[in-house]
């Protein structure tokens, strides 16, 4: 079946500018993750969302980032304000409620700010 | 808090020798142990998983790793490695239904 996806695959913008990354999650997975991936920070958590529960939010790192789903599927991060330090790649991860611990990943969206 | 150390952040090896990648974890609770692998300009990809039961975990294309509480920790081998293994490893933790804490990764290079 279909896995993750993300949209776009790439994305170049200016400093400043706002950026909006999209996630379309496995059909039927309740969890879904936001992390980021960057040369100095390796591998980093963002957000969580589960179900109708509260996101987790702990991991953004700055309130210039957001994240919001809709329907308990597709899931929106929002940068605002994009810092060069932003350049990263972007991925998603969504996994079935009751095997929280099986995290299936996107291909990711790599951003870059100049 | 949970935490991983990767040990080493390159690794180069010849092909068909072994390899082992090596990886500490801490936590307070019980947790899940994972490898992913990510190959050059490709997402991430599960390697295998340790949940429970037994302590050696088999995953895809040749690879296990063996589940280690006293010692903390959850290496990853392979008794004879292909060109095609060239690629990232990431060691991670996670709590049930929390998200992944990942080790900084480590550069597996193999070289005929």
């Known amino acids: 079946g279909a896995g993750v996806s993300q949209s776009p695959s790439n994305k170049v913008t200016e400093k400043g500018k706002d950026v909006e990354l999209r996630c379309d999650p496995i059909s039927g997975h309740t969890a879904l993750y936001w992390y980021r991936q960057s040369l100095g920070q390796g591998l980093e958590f963002l957000i969580y969302?589960?179900?109708?529960?509260?996101?987790?939010k702990s991991g953004l790192p700055s309130d210039r980032f957001s994240a919001e789903r809709t329907g308990g599927s597709v899931s929106t991060l929002t940068i605002q304000r994009t810092q060069q330090e932003d350049s990263a790649v972007y991925l998603c991860?969504?996994?079935?409620?009751?095997?929280?611990?099986?995290?299936?990943f996107g291909p990711g969206t790599r951003l870059t700010v100049t | 808090a949970q935490s991983v150390t990767q040990l080493d952040s390159q690794v180069p090896v010849f092909e068909e020798a072994p390899v082992e990648l090596r990886c500490n974890y801490s936590?307070?609770?019980?947790?899940?142990l994972f490898w992913y692998v990510q190959y050059p300009n490709q997402g991430l990809q599960l390697l295998l998983k340790?949940?429970?039961?037994?302590?050696l975990v088999k995953g895809i294309n040749g690879f296990e790793a063996e589940f280690n509480k006293s010692q903390t920790s959850f290496h990853l081998r392979k008794p004879s490695v292909h060109i095609s293994d060239t690629a990232e490893y990431f060691c991670?933790?996670?709590?049930?239904?929390?998200?992944?804490?990942f080790g900084k990764g480590t550069t597996l290079s193999v070289s005929s």
């Open positions: 936590s307070s609770v019980s947790v899940y």
């Open positions: 340790y949940l429970s039961g037994s302590t």
């Open positions: 991860a969504s996994s079935l409620e009751r095997r929280g611990y099986e995290q299936y």
């Open positions: 991670a933790v996670s709590g049930w239904g929390t998200a992944l804490i």
């Open positions: 969302f589960q179900g109708n529960s509260a996101p987790d």
